[in-house]
């Protein structure tokens, strides 16, 4: 039944070698992986906007330089990364860069900062596609946290049925979404150019600002950052592009980011062309599209996309943490069911994981998740700048030809990265602090993994020099708990007597009549094996027998005898049925197995009528 | 420490022996067993006086007249009841009697309408006992529910430790009750004598009522019968009392029986000389407590010792409840751990379910369980009616010594309880239909059970008289999963060579590469095991293994040797690093011993770090 709606939901399991045939082309690749990057613009520019606003609208024209040094630091980190995908083509980012080159636990700071942000964006990203959602249909606005969760939901069971078929599903909006915002860029600038557009919307370039200061400047400028997460995402999942992968993979990378700094620029130019306002109660974008298109059905179009690539931004999140959860497991620092491939091939554990961990951060913050993104955003950069260094480190080791142009271009990369995480701590530490003790947590969470995974390794490891053959073999003593004589029990001792000539037979009694009646029996039954008798005063069962069973192990501890209980477990043929029998054996079992040095034997009896 | 708190409220566990101490004299049995019976005074008579209501004032007297029809009917249900108890000494009671000398299935009517009625006894009790301290403390109210559940646990508890601990607790509000009962009425009737009372206040006896009927005169009565529900209860616990038991038994029943009668008549000439009229705000027994003592302590004396007593009533559910379960347990109706004494040597287990149950009944009904009151009338009367027709039937079989009075005796009981039982059906038949469709759901029930157990005891059954001695062993073929060469393996491999000469290492590889490392290695070990590699193509352990399974299952039908799988299972040294071991092996265990015929040892291992 269970197997069943799996299999509606999930798809027939897929065997191993046919994982070829799930490898992303580098159109499906620029749309599955760019999604959490491309629907950046959609709340980027906004951002800048709305920390200028402190000013007034007079400020606004500061929006063109601070956009200028996002584009500059988007430049650097497509170089950046390119060279990061083509030194790590089997994937991996910043958890590999950071761990290869600058040690194990500057790797984990960078592998926790990313598992805990790709959960964010799956959050955020749902979150904010559902607030679009809700805010074109407000009467759906009190099932926004059951929306939310049916997105999530219905996105991890088309991850669960493999990458490829749900990229088909997916990559359209991503399409529609470049189509739509280029259409919009473009008729805007048409309009600007035949002069639609009053001059008096917008402040010349260079007009002084009463109460600007580098504070508000730099604020502005991090908050345009956000416009860069999901940057990282295609360096992560290299291996799930086709051969040659690595070169697929830096030229879709360079494909988003010109898409993005395209989209980017020309949304920062138009706003401020048109003068656009940020408020709370419509979105830059929206009020961009009301005044080019007008509310018609094109208007409509840019919204519901967006709405579209902001839910699909969340996918980004499904395809880079189970890679990064599957590394890290690799490594033993998460527990390893993360490696193992599901019924489809996905890493479906890393899967199931993210889905829930990103409903629970819903359900935790009632759909309103917008707080998060600051956190975010720092999450993001925390990552970006330990990978840059780690390139750094690696090219100053190796020196390869033409090194000091990489460089250059990582070094670069990397302060920059570094100094925009100092500009958040400082300008926005109010909501960002709470990362400085949960990094500190989830890396001592991964080193007690570690520390564990490696205590067994140790526990577990052979030495195989010692031949088997070689080894003594102990003697077995086999215990039979015994209550009555029957064919359950005959069944028991007959197996006992074939595994070991040493069969003890145990039985524990209420009352001296009973134990009598007992031995009376056996005699008769002529078995072979020994009875031992217990007078049980107090009705139980377990504490005799276990009893028993620390004497035998007490006077066999020269021999080093091995202990073997045999116990029956009865099945019944309808579940009811169960019910009207004495569940003790299984507790008994249960208790044994855990706490004495035994080997428990467990003979099925199916009743047959 | 869930075991300690089962210690504090228990108390520690008595050695079977000791069950002698647990007996009861007769004065505390009469307290512990008649609880019920003696409450009944509580509401009898007023029901009679509302079922005479729709007639008016005037029409008060016919409940002299019907009053004298429930006393003859107590005196022939006492005489009854004391030969039930010298013919059955070992107890049971209706149930016993009717299955001897009616047959099994009357037996098991009279049986199951006692269990429910039972649970009826425990929930209608607690809730009365309940309403009457919310009416006392109206700021209780809103608790109702809760305070009747906790009632219910209290008493469960005090039931768990042990029947003579109980019976000192609860005695003394019996006696009590008794005693302020006899005050009022020797009161009562020092005021009529002494001529405080208008004569006006009552019409005279034979007064002509307007609009009288059989059916509400037999209504009446039927009413006025609630008062005797409960005088079974003696008969069922004989084994409870000291010796010589039987004889303390009948004594006691007839104390009851001389208590319960005084006490009945008192109130209702009482009721009828005050004129007192039944009224929804205030019990009859209140009333009259209020005429004859004026709203004094005395008045309250009365109405707490009411509470507590039908309160108390509900511990009579709780020593027969246990005993009857048991001897229905004993015939295979019901399932065998109600035969089980706990660690108090009390029918723990009964008395758990009937605490259970109860508490569910007032959670169902919100503590308002009235209606339920002609239900667990009629179920009272089922069993009278059919212990009587037993006790007819075993008379005429036996014909021992003047057996024509013990006839006569018996035969005028039964009557009077079938007619009863016929007016019960035919007066009040919209609330007591329902018995009709339970009691043939629960014998079919009991019946169910029975054939269960009987068909495993013919399964289990074995003939002895072949000697084990002579049965051929069959040979052993032992299965070791591995996953790798460890030492988890080691142990597994050595303990399974200690068990046959015929071991089978099987190794599932997820690919040709593995597959081939692990033969490699393996030959190296030098085992003397032959290991079987199985290529799976869906990364799933449990199929091919169950395959492999049966494929050895059928190779060796012809010899039918026994199949051993030895698998290991690991036990981490902190509980949460268990979650970081893949559970797969404990499912697949359950899988192999719940679907294959083969014997399954489970050998611990626990990490020391």
């Known amino acids: 039944m269970l197997n069943k709606i799996k299999r509606i939901l999930i ?191 917008h402040a010349s370039i260079g007009t002084p600002v009463m109460g600007i200061s580098l504070f508000i400047l730099l604020k502005a400028f991090s908050s345009g950052c956000s416009a860069l997460t999901g940057v990282e995402a295609i360096s992560n999942a290299i291996p799930s592009f086709k051969e040659p992968s690595a070169k697929n993979a830096a030229r879709t990378l360079t494909l988003m980011g010109c898409i993005l700094g395209a989209l980017f620029t020309g949304i920062v130019i138009l706003a401020y062309l048109y003068g656009v306002t940020p408020s709370a109660s419509q979105t830059v974008l929206s009020q961009l599209g009301a005044e080019v298109f007008g509310r018609n059905g094109f208007y409509f179009f840019i919204q519901g996309t967006t709405a579209l690539i902001l839910i699909l931004a969340a996918n980004t999140g499904f395809s880079a943490f189970p890679l990064l959860a599957f590394n890290l497991a690799k490594d033993k620092f998460l527990p390893r069911p993360f490696t193992t491939r599901g019924d489809r091939l996905g890493y479906s554990n890393g899967i199931l994981t993210l889905g829930v961990a990103s409903i629970i951060l819903i359900v935790l913050f009632g759909g309103n998740t917008g707080n998060l993104i600051p956190l975010y955003a720092v999450g993001v950069f925390i990552p970006f700048s330990l990978s840059q260094t780690g390139m750094i480190v690696k090219w100053v080791r190796q020196r390869p030809k033409g090194w000091l142009t990489k460089l250059a271009i990582n070094l670069s990369g990397a302060l920059i990265c570094y100094l925009i995480l100092i500009i958040f701590f400082v300008t926005k530490f109010e909501k960002v602090w709470i990362s400085l003790i949960f990094l500190p947590v989830i890396l001592a969470i991964f080193h007690r993994i570690h520390k564990h995974y490696n205590a067994v390794g140790e526990q577990l490891r052979l030495d195989v020099s010692k031949k088997l053959r070689d080894i003594d073999m102990k003697e077995n003593i086999v215990i039979v708990p015994i209550s009555g004589i029957t064919t359950v029990v005959e069944q028991s001792i007959l197996y006992a007597k074939s595994l070991s000539d040493n069969v003890i037979a145990v039985y524990i009694g209420f009352s001296q009549e009973a134990i009598e009646q007992m031995e009376k029996e056996w005699e008769a039954w002529d078995t072979g094996v020994r009875l031992v008798t217990i007078h049980s005063l107090y009705r139980s069962i377990l504490r005799p027998l276990s009893k028993f069973i620390d004497t035998i192990k007490y006077k066999t501890e020269s021999s080093q005898a091995r202990i073997t209980v045999v116990m029956p477990q009865f099945y019944t043929k309808k579940w009811w049925e169960g019910l009207l029998h004495n569940q003790s054996g299984t507790l008994i079992r249960a208790y044994l197995v855990r706490t004495k040095d035994i080997a428990l034997t467990t003979i099925p009896y199916r009743f047959k009528k």
Request: glycine letters at 8%; zero cysteines; aromatic letters at 10%.
């Open 11 to 201: 798809g027939k399991p897929l065997k191993s070698y046919e994982l070829q045939g799930q490898k992303l082309n580098k159109l499906k690749a620029l749309a599955i992986l760019s999604s959490d990057a491309l629907s950046s613009v959609a709340y980027g520019p906004e951002q800048i906007l709305t920390a200028l606003a402190v000013l007034g609208v007079i400020a606004f024209w500061y929006s063109l330089p601070i956009a200028v040094g996002v584009l500059i630091l988007l430049s650097v980190l497509i170089l950046s990364y390119r060279q990061i995908i083509h030194s790590y083509p089997q994937g991996g980012g910043a958890y590999m860069v950071a761990k290869e080159n600058l040690g194990t636990n500057f790797g984990l700071i960078a592998g926790g900062s990313l598992l805990i942000d790709y959960i964010l964006t799956v959050a955020v990203s749902v979150s904010a596609g559902t607030d679009a959602i809700t805010s074109a249909f407000p009467e759906l606005y009190p099932y926004n946290v059951l929306i939310s969760i049916i997105i999530v939901i219905i996105i991890t069971i088309l991850n669960l049925r493999g990458l490829t078929e749900s990229a088909t599903v997916l990559a359209y909006p991503v399409y529609l979404f470049v189509i739509a915002l280029a259409f919009l860029i473009l008729f805007g600038f048409y309009h600007v150019l035949t002069g639609h557009i009053p001059e008096s919307t």
